[in-house]
């Protein structure tokens, strides 16, 4: 299914560039006075066709790979005498430059557009509030603690993860200190802190700048709760049910999701057991966790593809973090380890 709409996305945003670019040649071509025989969005057999009272044909035609606009020109045949003063070829040469041109400039604007309309609309995004610090680690030794919202990295404002990984990315390899700034929980002011680096992630192959630092995002906290599963993952052969409430893991307490995704992570391709509430009842499930990218099948478990179970939001969670400006869509954790593993070639067309 994700195929199908890459390639209806693809289609629709090939449909939209060519129509908008063919358009740009055919509004200065009749802002020039230039007899405009047709308007073509895409190539092939006309799906559809119509004409307007100047007599242009507009043709949307089966292969959305193209289009052209097909203008009146003494070059492909013979003009009427009372048509003349409306060919291509006898517009001065500005404003022949101006037709060919403006195909190019409709879709430099329609970029624009969109980018503006991108920037109106904003982006969503998690603020950078470090969850947890681990002992001894470069930000635990830099007074990096639970709750302090990472404000900027060597000056550049981080408004969410993603900046935070992105100013870390730029200092792999190198030693010195990292400047962050950080905001306390519930308080205005900002206190900068100075991260020490010796050759800092040199040579790994798949660094983690963040995770690397000792610094663990903060997530809200989510009952242990499965809300869906994947019909061909090993939680579902296993015989795991929607609501099912995931009490224990290997008989280790489960508070919140997070304790499920992070001991998870750390069995790749073992058998566990999950204490699970079902009804009220308690229940003990063994579960074959599977790697991701192996076919195999072990105790009838399948494997060999991303397998997953998901767990829904829940209200409280939502309230969390709309407090912290930013709305939650709901987390997902995998039972699985990932492994680093034309036709018109006349001169009067314009393309």
């Known amino acids: 299914m994700s195929a199908l709409y890459m390639i209806v996305g693809t289609l629709v945003a090939l449909g939209v560039l060519v129509t908008f670019h063919e358009f740009g040649h055919f509004w200065v071509a009749r802002r020039c006075g230039v007899k405009v025989l047709r308007f073509s969005v895409g190539f ?10 100047r007599g242009t044909e507009f043709v949307i035609a089966a292969i959305p790979l193209g289009g052209y606009v097909k203008m009146l020109d003494e070059r492909e045949g013979e003009v009427p005498a009372d048509q003349l003063d409306q060919s291509f070829n ?6 022949r430059i101006a037709i060919v041109a403006a195909g190019p400039i409709a879709n430099f604007l329609l970029a624009m557009v ?9 982006s969503q995004q998690v603020r950078p509030v470090i ?6 680690s470069i930000a635990a030794k830099a007074g990096l603690i639970a709750g302090q919202e990472i404000v900027s990295i060597d000056g550049e404002p981080t408004m969410g993860w993603g900046a935070v990984n ?4 730029r200092r792999l390899g190198e030693s010195g200190t990292v400047n962050v700034v950080v905001r306390d929980q519930d308080s205005s002011a900002e206190t900068p802190r100075a991260l020490a680096l010796d050759h800092w992630l040199k040579g790994a192959d798949e660094p983690d700048p963040i995770k690397s630092l000792g610094i663990r995002p903060w997530r809200p906290a989510l009952p242990p709760v499965l809300a869906e599963l994947d019909p061909k993952g090993p939680a579902q052969a296993a015989g795991l ?5 995931l009490l224990a893991l290997d008989g280790q307490a489960l508070g919140d999701w997070q304790q499920v995704v992070d001991l998870v992570r750390v069995r790749p391709d073992t058998r566990i057991v999950l204490k699970v509430e079902r009804d009220g009842a308690q229940i003990d499930v063994p579960v074959t966790l599977s790697v991701r990218g192996e076919a195999k099948a072990a105790g009838g478990v399948p494997g060999g593809r991303r397998q997953r179970c998901r767990v829904a939001a829940i209200d409280g969670a939502r309230g969390q973090l709309r407090a912290f400006g930013r709305d939650w869509r709901g987390r997902e954790t995998h039972l699985d380890h990932e492994r680093a593993d034309p036709r018109i070639p006349q001169e009067n067309v314009v393309r």
């Open 44 to 53: 092939g057999m006309p799906l559809l066709r119509w004409h307007d009272r």
């Open 90 to 95: 006898r517009r001065t040469v500005r404003q």
């Open 114 to 122: 969109f980018f503006w309309v991108l920037a109106m609309i904003g």
């Open 131 to 136: 969850g947890a610090v681990e002992a001894d």
């Open 166 to 169: 992105l100013q870390l990315v």
């Open 241 to 245: 049910k929607a609501g099912d409430r």
